[in-house]
């Protein structure tokens, strides 16, 4: 008998959703970066072993956002992947206050799955974070799902990098799932995204780590072409900025930027679809596109 569920994975941006779901799969599958607010969109990944299957949705950050543009579509994919899943994996950094946490909390009281609270990087606790630290933060974050009555399932201290508690949190989690046919029929499939979805966050990801705190977050990559049939497939994308000046940044002196993220871009890309590629990259102005859902649907970010 088959069994399939699907699992939200949430929490405050930089808690380390993507890379958790990353070693589960077994693969690069959601971009992670040292920033906040990495993860744009939600992004599916499939598990399937045996019999069962797991859906996991990745989710951005959640956080307090100003009304209207990118950062309330962010966690409004947040708060819709809350909407139907088995079960919702709380995820926290254990650097994280109680106070940070009541965004996460206040949407978390409207979810109708069980929740497992799940501390974070228990790599760091005992070195970067003290331990008394990390366990009262625990305990305060019970007491408050307790108050809100948000329906808990467990809490675990894992380690999405290091791996540690994620066996057996998996192991407790397929308890919750329930019988039914798979989602995606081809145990194979890995997400729900099409190659092209995978090639503009590769880029996306380059630019959180080649330029500067802010210049990343007015970035947004769209693939124009992707030439599956040429001998090295050809892909050609443009990155659009908010402002002449950040194009600049992103160009750099004489170009210098823009052919450093070109050559970081197609290694990544190359390596997540095991062939060579040809990269060509844009730079183009969309001014003010990150607070202005108009903006934001010409990107493709939003139908
Ligand atoms: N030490 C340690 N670092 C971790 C762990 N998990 C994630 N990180 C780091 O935390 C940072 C953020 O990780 P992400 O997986 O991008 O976090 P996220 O929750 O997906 O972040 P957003 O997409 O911005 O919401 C990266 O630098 C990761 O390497 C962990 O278990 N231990
Ligand atoms: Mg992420």
Same mark, same amino acid.
């Given at each position: 008998?088959?069994?399939?569920?699907?699992?939200?994975?949430?929490?405050?941006?930089?808690?380390?959703?993507?890379?958790?779901?990353?070693?589960?799969?077994?693969?690069?599958?959601?971009?992670? *970066?040292?920033?906040?607010? *990495?993860?744009?969109?939600?992004?599916?990944?499939?598990? *399937?072993?045996?019999?069962?299957?797991?859906?996991?949705?990745?989710?951005?950050?959640?956080?307090?956002?100003?009304?209207?543009?990118?950062?309330?579509?962010?966690? %409004?994919?947040? =708060?819709?992947?809350?909407?139907?899943?088995?079960?919702?994996?709380?995820?926290?950094?254990?650097?994280?206050?109680?106070?940070?946490?009541?965004?996460?909390?206040?949407?978390?009281?409207?979810?109708?799955? &069980?929740?497992?609270?799940?501390?974070?990087?228990?790599?760091?606790?005992?070195?970067?974070?003290?331990?008394?630290?990390?366990?009262?933060?625990?305990?305060?974050?019970?007491?408050?799902?307790?108050? =809100?009555?948000?329906?808990?399932?467990?809490?675990?201290?894992?380690?999405?990098?290091?791996?540690?508690?994620?066996?057996?949190?998996?192991?407790?989690? !397929?308890?919750?799932?329930?019988?039914?046919? !798979?989602?995606?029929? %081809?145990?194979?499939?890995?997400?729900?995204? &099409?190659?092209?979805?995978?090639?503009?966050?590769?880029?996306?990801?380059?630019?959180?780590?080649?330029?500067?705190?802010?210049?990343?977050?007015?970035?947004?990559? %769209?693939?124009?072409?992707?030439?599956?049939?040429?001998?090295?497939?050809?892909?050609?994308?443009?990155?659009?900025?908010?402002?002449?000046?950040?194009?600049?940044?992103?160009?750099?002196?004489?170009?210098?930027?823009?052919?450093?993220?070109?050559?970081?871009?197609?290694?990544?890309?190359?390596?997540?679809?095991?062939?060579?590629?040809?990269?060509?990259?844009?730079?183009?102005?969309?001014?003010?596109?990150?607070?202005?859902?108009?903006?934001?649907?010409?990107?493709?970010?939003?139908?």
């Amino acid at each position: 008998m088959q069994k399939a569920g699907m699992i939200a994975i949430v929490g405050r941006p930089n808690s380390g959703k993507s890379t958790l779901l990353n070693t589960l799969l077994g693969m690069q599958l959601s971009i992670v *970066t040292p920033k906040a607010q *990495t993860t744009r969109e939600r992004v599916l990944g499939i598990l *399937t072993e045996g019999e069962g299957q797991i859906v996991f949705i990745d989710t951005p950050g959640i956080h307090r956002a100003r009304e209207g543009g990118l950062n309330q579509f962010m966690v %409004d994919q947040a =708060r819709e992947a809350l909407e139907a899943p088995h079960l919702v994996w709380y995820l926290v950094d254990p650097n994280s206050a109680l106070e940070h946490e009541l965004p996460v909390l206040d949407l978390l009281q409207r979810s109708p799955a &069980p929740v497992i609270l799940l501390m974070n990087k228990l790599d760091q606790v005992g070195k970067q974070v003290p331990e008394i630290r990390a366990k009262m933060l625990s305990e305060q974050l019970l007491k408050a799902i307790g108050e =809100r009555k948000i329906q808990l399932s467990s809490s675990h201290f894992i380690s999405g990098l290091s791996k540690a508690g994620t066996e057996e949190l998996l192991k407790s989690s !397929w308890d919750s799932i329930p019988e039914g046919p !798979w989602f995606y029929p %081809d145990p194979e499939q890995a997400s729900d995204r &099409p190659t092209r979805f995978f090639v503009a966050e590769q880029i996306r990801s380059r630019l959180f780590y080649l330029l500067g705190e802010e210049v990343p977050y007015s970035c947004a990559v %769209d693939i124009e072409s992707f030439q599956e049939d040429t001998k090295p497939i050809r892909i050609e994308a443009v990155i659009y900025v908010e402002r002449e000046s950040q194009k600049g940044i992103v160009i750099g002196q004489g170009g210098k930027k823009i052919k450093e993220i070109g050559q970081s871009a197609r290694k990544e890309i190359e390596k997540f679809l095991g062939q060579q590629i040809f990269l060509g990259l844009r730079v183009k102005v969309l001014k003010e596109w990150t607070s202005n859902l108009e903006s934001l649907k010409r990107i493709g970010l939003i139908p």
